[in-house]
Every structure is written in structure tokens, then in C-alpha cells.
């Protein structure tokens, strides 16, 4: 079984439309992570979270809220999407400091969102 | 603010030959991460390896070795004996845990290995 699975693998949208990206990980692992990806722009950090109780905002995070609703999930959430939030997302996971595989990151399959 | 740089944004090679990809960096930190990722065309993102600033020692993982140049701030990935599973985009990511948490890719090089 995957260790970091993410819901849908592909979604398609309208503009104004809500929609929420989940993300699940059996690794254990306290930090979680969004990013986009666009072509030619490779991926871009939406938003980041060391622990239950801590929420970041990362490079890109306006028009997007997330929810940790346990230390396994974390999700993305378009509160009204828009065409140029078309893009792929991917969900990641990674170990804090103090471990072996610090900082490296473990990512999801990605969801293929399109915004129509 | 930093920057992660791939000149590269396609390559090609023959199977069983070397290739190179580079990666360019700036920074004002001392202490960071770097990382090689590889994309194939299931999309799924998988570490090949990776680099703590550190660290001297030039990171190494089977056929795959990095060209770590701190001074220069330069960070290349090194593939021998290519095989026709390595074709994929490969980015290179860079880590600051300095203050805010940034993590950094570049644009990515499609690289093809030819049979």
C-alpha cells in the first residue's frame, strides 16, 4: 500500500466551484505539505504544516486554505476555484529534524485538477 | 531571496553512457538541504538522492552521485550506466530551515535515455 495516497486523482471543476484535495500517510510522519505543479514552473509550496496545531503559509497561498485534521491528514482546500489554479497537486510528507531521512520529502501521485 | 537554477531543460543519452545535469543555487544561508528528485511519466515524485550543506563528502546512491561545489554553489547529478528506467524529469530542490521554511525546486531537465 502507498504510503502517502491522495483523493481524487482527477478532478474536474467549474469556476466558482469548491473543492478539497485530501491527503492521507501512514509514514508516521509529523510535517505535511502542498504544492502546485505547473508546467515549466516546477513545484511551488502552497501550504505546510510541522504538527497538528501548526498551520504555514507557503509561496503561493492565496486562494487556497488547508485543514489538518489529524497528524495522518491534511487537506487543500479551493475555496472558489479558478481557471488558473488548473494545475497538479501534490501532497507530501517528511520526517522532522533530528532523524535519518530529515527533511526528505515523500510525496502522493498527485491530483490532475482542471478548472473549467 | 533564493533561487534554484536547472540551464538544462531537456538532455538526452545513450543507454549505458553517463550524463550529467546541473543545478545552479544562491543563497546567503550557510546550513540548507539539497535534493534530486525524479518525475517519470507516472508522475509520481521519488528522491535520488540528497545533500546536507555541511557535509564535504559528495553524496552518493548506487549509479547516481552528486557534484556538490558550495563555494560555487553548484549542485550536479551524475547518472552512470543510464538505463531506460532513469528517463523522467529530474529537479533539483533546495531546503532552507533558517528562519522561514523554504523549499525551493527548479524548473526541471527532461531527460530521455536512448536504446
Known amino acids: 500500500d502507498a504510503d502517502v495516497t491522495q483523493t481524487p486523482r482527477n478532478r474536474i471543476t467549474k469556476t466558482g466551484k469548491r473543492i478539497m484535495l485530501e491527503c492521507s500517510q501512514t509514514?508516521?510522519?509529523?510535517?505535511m505539505y502542498w504544492y502546485r505543479q505547473d508546467p515549466g514552473l516546477g513545484l511551488r509550496l502552497i501550504y505546510y504544516?510541522?504538527?497538528?496545531?501548526?498551520?504555514n503559509k507557503g509561496e503561493i497561498s492565496d486562494g487556497y486554505s488547508v485543514s489538518r485534521q489529524a497528524q495522518a491528514k491534511f487537506s487543500l482546500s479551493l475555496e472558489s476555484a479558478i481557471p488558473n489554479q488548473t494545475a497538479l497537486y501534490f501532497c507530501?510528507?517528511?520526517?522532522?529534524?533530528?532523524?535519518?531521512?530529515?527533511?526528505?520529502?515523500?510525496f502522493g501521485p498527485g491530483t490532475r485538477l482542471l478548472v473549467l | 531571496a533564493q533561487t534554484v537554477t536547472q540551464s538544462q531543460p531537456e538532455m538526452s543519452v545513450q543507454e549505458a553512457e553517463t550524463v550529467t545535469l546541473s543545478c545552479t543555487y544562491d543563497?546567503?544561508?550557510?546550513?540548507?538541504?539539497l535534493f534530486w528528485y525524479k518525475q517519470p511519466p507516472s508522475r509520481q515524485m521519488i528522491l535520488v538522492i540528497r545533500?546536507?550543506?555541511?557535509?564535504?563528502q559528495n553524496a552518493t546512491e548506487n549509479r547516481f552521485s552528486v557534484n556538490f561545489q558550495k563555494a560555487a554553489k553548484s549542485f550536479s547529478l551524475k547518472i552512470s550506466d543510464s538505463q531506460l528506467g532513469d528517463t523522467a524529469m529530474y529537479f533539483c530542490?533546495?531546503?532552507?530551515?533558517?528562519?522561514?521554511?523554504?523549499?525551493?525546486f527548479g524548473t526541471g531537465t527532461r531527460l530521455k535515455v536512448l536504446a
Open positions: 509514514k508516521g510522519h509529523d510535517r
Open positions: 545533500q546536507e550543506a555541511y557535509k564535504q
Open positions: 530542490a533546495f531546503l532552507s530551515t533558517s528562519g522561514t521554511y523554504k523549499y525551493i
Open positions: 543563497t546567503s544561508e550557510n546550513n540548507y538541504y
Open positions: 504544516s510541522f504538527d497538528v496545531k501548526d498551520i
Open positions: 507530501a510528507t517528511s520526517d522532522g529534524p533530528g532523524t535519518p531521512t530529515q527533511e526528505t520529502q515523500y
